[in-house]
């Protein structure tokens, strides 16, 4: 017969157990025990990458919101220091054109002056500077 029971096959089965029992003991429990490690690490990194991406979403959304806040103060001062650069302008402008006609006017009436003083002194002008004339026409004639 191919199997029979005699005592070699119940040392065999003893000497089977004991190999699986030592097995168990120095390979199965530890690479099992790391291999549970090694999953809870595996797992632990997962979760910690998970939460520092939604972290970092949410910390780039707050960074977009507050470059567009900086923005949006950023146009206004520049709005407000625009319109007061142009009413200062403004007033730059009328204050000189007020002091230009002012001396404008100053102009003419200095030119209005000596034109009246000059008209007023024609006649005695063009008196002795005739004179001067016949003088040296007779000066010369003679």
């Not at 029971?5 to 030592?22: H, K, M, P, S, Y």
């Not at 690479?31 to 780039?60: C, H, P, Q, W």
């Not at 204050?95 to 006017?105: F, K, L, Q, V």
């Amino acid at each position: 017969m191919f199997l029979s029971l005699d005592g070699t096959f119940w040392v065999q089965l003893v000497n089977f157990a004991i190999f699986f029992a030592i097995l168990r003991v120095v390979f199965l429990r530890p690479v099992g025990t790391a291999i549970r490690k090694r999953r809870g690490y595996i797992e632990g990194v997962k979760n910690d990458y998970d939460r520092y991406s939604a972290e970092v979403r949410s910390l780039r959304a707050e960074a977009e919101a507050k470059r567009a806040a900086a923005r949006r103060e950023a146009e206004e001062a520049l709005v407000k220091v625009r319109a007061e650069a142009d009413r200062q302008a403004a007033g730059v402008a009328a204050s000189s054109a007020d002091r230009a006609n002012a001396i404008a006017g100053e102009a003419r009436a200095t030119v209005e002056s000596e034109l009246q003083s000059a008209r007023e002194r024609e006649r005695d002008l063009a008196t002795a500077l005739a004179d001067q004339l016949l003088a040296r026409a007779l000066g010369s004639a003679r």
